[in-house]
């Protein structure tokens, strides 16, 4: 019972990211139905830029709720640029082409943010410096991390105020619409290019934070560490029903504890 209790910990931590991720895919599916396979790419930037924002703030002698706070403030700026930079210059250009065009579109720019983090941040493993210092706390048998817990309070306050801003908002309801029928949208006064753009923006901002949990829960990053997470919450925003952001939730949390349960019992 208590490996049971400690991987189900694991697991809703590591869900709760991926559930972060896939809001990412199901966003851009449910408004244009493509596949944003350079999503996980965005992700591995976030956590990039954490890295050179720890590196450069490691000697200051800052709290380490101010480093993290100054990580995210720095890494949602940059990834929501990238993100746009994706809708505008590689997407939007191919929106009435055949779907199959933005499909391999997505998985090119996916090379290219690859390796042009090659370029900045080379191709070796980044190790993190450790500035939090970990405390353990022990429930019924099973310990959770100060991390973990904050992880957890983090990523599902996002997906609450996700789900305020798709259902509860002018934003939102001009996102809907534009998923219904983005033709008849424009004619009501919507801007659809704008409402896509900011898909995409806020897409990569949910991105930024979780590269940066990630970075800071693992310790490490490489410029390739996207490809694996992305899949894993583009599967986790599939098995809740892609386009559907609860479903995406809920979608991440089921493949994290099933992955985690996995780890420890199979094997």
């Known amino acids: 019972m208590d ?15 991926y559930a972060v991720v896939a809001l990412g895919y199901t966003m851009v599916y449910g408004i244009i139905q493509l596949i944003n396979f350079a999503h996980g790419e965005v992700v591995m930037i976030g956590a990039m830029v954490a890295f050179t924002v720890i590196t450069g703030l490691a000697a200051a002698g800052l709290p380490p709720v101010v480093v993290v706070l100054l990580d995210v403030a720095c890494a949602v700026p940059v990834c929501m640029a990238v993100g746009y930079a994706m809708e505008r210059l590689a997407y939007r250009p191919l929106r009435r082409a055949p779907r199959l065009a933005p499909l391999i579109t997505a998985i090119g720019v996916s090379i290219i943010l690859q390796y042009l983090a090659v370029m900045v941040w080379t191709r070796n493993v980044i190790a993190f410096p450790q500035i939090i210092r970990t405390e353990t706390y ?5 310990a959770i991390t100060n991390v973990q817990l904050a992880i957890l309070l983090l990523c599902f306050a996002i997906m609450a105020g996700l789900a305020f801003l798709v259902y509860r908002t002018r934003l939102g309801t001009a996102m809907r619409a534009t998923a219904q029928n983005p033709q008849v949208a424009g004619l009501m006064g919507v801007d659809v290019n704008r409402v896509i753009a900011g898909t995409f923006i806020i897409g990569a901002g949910l991105a930024a934070v979780a590269g940066v949990m ?17 899949l894993k919450a583009f599967c986790a925003a599939v098995l809740g029903g892609i386009g559907n952001i609860p479903g995406a939730m809920l979608g991440g949390v089921v493949l994290g504890v099933v992955e985690a349960l996995g780890a420890g019992y199979v094997g």
């Open 138 to 142: 022990h429930v019924a048998g099973a």
């Open 3 to 17: 490996i049971f209790l400690q991987q189900v910990i694991n697991g809703l931590t590591l869900g709760s990211v």
């Open 214 to 230: 990630v970075g800071t829960y693992y310790g490490v990053a490489q410029y390739t560490m996207g490809s694996v997470l992305g």
